[in-house]
């Protein structure tokens, strides 16, 4: 069971690139763990193609069910970076030149003495009241409007983001975590973390097999985002109980 208060957050990956293999995704992993780090639950992540009618769908279905939603990727300077304009259609707001992001960019590109084209100035839009999301590697910025964040997909600058994230939203959560190993199977303690799971309040139980050419046992990992102490008791209850079948 999850304490109500808990802050749940999805990721969208959005990039026809992802699906079709030519690039290995590199950021769901690094932003996972970084929500993990915040106490913000993340409860789902999808893949989807650079196409306006599937990204609309998908963002107007989620910003539903969860407090944040993450997306990556689709928000550069080409003719298939759709993301900014489909998350306007979402949102139902129009898609606009943001003065902001459009001064960021000219400092960015006169700092490099590259010029901004028409292609480039095509990063500054963004669905209208958007916030940004500064982005510290390459100029060209983020956005937010209303529960959705959006980050470009190449990790330095999603990570980048990510960082600036968590400062826009300032969630307090801490997440507890313990774990425990034993060489037993999980077919042997499967009872034992059903009945640990229902005990105790607030707490979650994953079991993970151990293995490294043959079976080695299980990685118990008990955590919460909002009770310590009962993560503290659902070990001892785990341990006690696997101890008397070993």
Do not use: W
Not at 44 to 73: A, H, M, Q, S
Not at 101 to 120: C, G, N, P, Q
Not at 147 to 166: D, H, Q, W, Y
């Amino acid at each position: 069971m999850l304490n109500k208060k808990i802050k749940s957050a999805s990721i969208v990956i959005i990039g026809n690139e992802i699906l079709s293999g030519r690039t290995q995704d590199k950021n769901i992993n690094y932003i996972a763990k970084e929500l993990f780090k915040s106490g913000i639950l993340l409860k789902y992540v999808c893949v989807i193609p650079d196409e306006k009618k599937i990204i609309v769908n998908e963002i107007r279905r989620l910003k539903k069910k969860f407090d944040f939603i993450i997306t990556t990727g689709g928000i550069g300077p080409t003719h298939d970076d759709i993301t900014a304009e489909s998350i306007s259609l979402a949102v139902k707001k129009s898609y606009v030149l943001h003065k902001d992001a459009y001064k960021e960019l000219v400092k960015y590109y006169k700092k490099i003495k590259s010029d901004l084209t028409d292609a480039r100035k095509k990063m500054a839009y963004m669905p209208k009241g958007s916030k940004l999301i500064k982005n510290s590697v390459s100029g060209a910025p983020g956005f937010q409007i209303e529960n959705i964040f959006v980050f470009a997909g190449i990790p330095s600058i999603a990570e980048a983001m990510t960082k600036e994230f968590l400062k826009i939203i300032k969630v307090k959560n801490k997440f507890y975590s313990t774990s425990i190993t034993t060489k037993l199977f999980e077919s042997k303690i499967a009872h034992i973390l059903e009945k640990a799971e229902n005990s105790y309040h607030d707490v979650s139980i994953g079991s993970y097999p151990i293995y490294d050419g043959k079976p080695r046992g299980v990685e118990i990992v008990i955590s919460s985002m909002a009770n310590k102490a009962n993560v503290l008791k659902a070990k001892k209850f785990i341990s006690s109980q696997i101890n008397k079948i070993i």
